[in-house]
């Protein structure tokens, strides 16, 4: 077998360079290429970079590396999962990788935890190459479901405490939906006081309900569905007008609705952020309901912790007044 090439990698450098973020890229150094392909989806490619580990690329850009993938992982999940009482059943959209899964069974309240991810090259090659983050498909509570997101929803009612959208799924007809329909999905396989976090979505061809509001943003004559970077970043300084559409909508669907987010070098401008939605008009998602005591905290977390917790609700004051 010939050595393998990839477009986004020349002279030893991987660069993720995308019209969502104009006028800047990232570049890692690049070790060995150890996987290319295109599966029914995207684009997947994995590398192993000089100073980050290996890393995961869809669609050409970057969805994680082993050097900092807990930050993202970590919080997208307790953020949702510390603000529920008595968490037992959690539905994990997307996350083929595993990071998710794993950060959802360090929580004893856990009885199921699915996954569903249309994409099962994904689930695949992680556990092969990503075992640091892959190794929560091995939990007994966890059972995993290769297929269309939205059509899961559409079949689960009051059924889950917790509901973490790492991507989204639609195919076909679902890519007309608007984003409110997703969210109205979300509510309705939600038990009472149940909490979810969403990030964003895989691919916009996967994220109808981001379409409707990119649509100002990507003009046209310059994209295509399939041009839109794999890990859509909601950045306070690259986004905000999609933040606070996305705020927007998820207050027409859930009484109580928070803006947070991490700081992770390798997405764009080193930070990413989450919507935190509950069912709950009382809740405060701010105030973490459970947490791990100091010595467990930092046995099973290297970024999240009960501070960081409220603290990640803490705008800079362009972004607070925006999202007000």
Same mark, same amino acid.
């Given at each position: 077998?010939?050595?393998i090439?990839?477009?986004?990698?020349?002279?030893?450098?991987?660069?993720?360079?995308?019209?969502?973020?104009?006028?800047?890229?990232?570049?890692?150094?690049?070790?060995q290429?150890?996987h290319?392909?295109?599966?029914?989806?995207q684009d997947?490619l994995?590398?192993?970079?000089s100073?980050?580990?290996? $890393?995961l %690329?869809? #669609?050409?850009?970057i969805?994680c590396? +082993? *050097?900092? =993938?807990?930050?993202?992982?970590?919080?997208?999940?307790?953020?949702?999962?510390?603000?529920?009482?008595?968490?037992?059943s959690?539905?994990?959209?997307?996350?083929?990788?595993?990071?998710?899964?794993?950060?959802?069974?360090?929580?004893?309240?856990?009885?199921?935890?699915?996954?569903?991810?249309?994409?099962?090259?994904?689930?695949?090659l992680?556990?092969?190459?990503l075992?640091?983050?892959?190794?929560?498909?091995?939990?007994?509570?966890?059972? $995993?479901? %290769?297929g #269309?997101?939205?059509?899961?929803?559409? +079949? *689960?009612? =009051?059924?889950?405490?917790?509901?973490?959208?790492?991507?989204?799924?639609?195919?076909?007809?679902?890519?007309?939906?608007?984003?409110?329909?997703?969210?109205?999905?979300?509510?309705?396989?939600l038990?009472?006081?149940g909490?979810?976090?969403?990030?964003?979505?895989?691919?916009?061809s996967?994220?109808p309900f981001?379409i409707?509001?990119?649509?100002?943003?990507?003009?046209?004559?310059?994209?295509?569905?399939?041009?839109?970077?794999?890990?859509?970043?909601e950045?306070?300084?690259?986004?905000?007008?999609?933040?606070?559409s996305?705020?927007?909508?998820?207050?027409?669907?859930?009484?109580?609705?928070?803006?947070?987010?991490?700081?992770?070098?390798?997405?764009?401008?080193?930070?990413?952020?989450?919507?935190?939605?509950?069912k709950?008009?009382?809740?405060d998602?701010?105030?973490?309901?459970?947490?791990?005591?100091?010595?467990?905290?930092?046995?099973?977390?290297r970024?999240?912790?009960?501070?960081?917790?409220?603290?990640?609700?803490?705008?800079?004051?362009?972004?607070?007044?925006?999202?007000?």
């Open positions: 077998m010939g050595e090439t990839h477009p986004t990698i020349k002279d030893g450098w991987f660069r993720e360079i995308s019209e969502m973020w104009p006028g800047q890229a990232m570049t890692l150094k690049v070790n290429i150890l290319h392909e295109k599966s029914k989806y997947v994995i590398f192993e970079s100073d980050y580990g290996t $890393v %690329v869809l #669609d050409n850009v969805q590396t +082993e *050097r900092d =993938e807990f930050a993202y992982q970590e919080m997208i999940t307790h953020l949702a999962m510390n603000s529920h009482p008595n968490p037992q959690v539905l994990v959209i997307g996350g083929g990788d595993g990071g998710v899964l794993r950060e959802v069974v360090k929580h004893s309240t856990v009885k199921s935890a699915i996954l569903c991810d249309i994409d099962e090259s994904v689930i695949r992680s556990k092969k190459y075992p640091g983050m892959s190794l929560g498909f091995q939990h007994p509570n966890v059972s $995993v479901h %290769v #269309d997101g939205f059509q899961f929803l559409k +079949e *689960r009612k =009051e059924e889950f405490d917790v509901i973490i959208t790492d991507s989204s799924d639609p195919e076909g007809p679902a890519e007309s939906l608007f984003q409110k329909p997703y969210f109205e999905l979300l509510y309705g396989a038990k009472e006081g909490v979810i976090t969403t990030q964003g979505c895989s691919s916009i996967l994220c981001l409707f509001f990119l649509s100002p943003f990507l003009h046209s004559e310059r994209f295509s569905t399939n041009q839109v970077p794999a890990k859509l970043a950045n306070i300084f690259l986004h905000l007008s999609l933040i606070t996305l705020k927007k909508s998820c207050l027409e669907v859930f009484p109580v609705v928070e803006y947070a987010y991490t700081t992770i070098p390798s997405y764009p401008s080193g930070q990413i952020g989450f919507m935190v939605c509950c709950d008009s009382t809740r998602l701010k105030v973490p309901l459970r947490s791990w005591d100091l010595e467990e905290e930092e046995k099973l977390c970024y999240y912790n009960k501070e960081i917790h409220t603290a990640s609700f803490v705008l800079p004051t362009f972004a607070r007044r925006a999202l007000r």
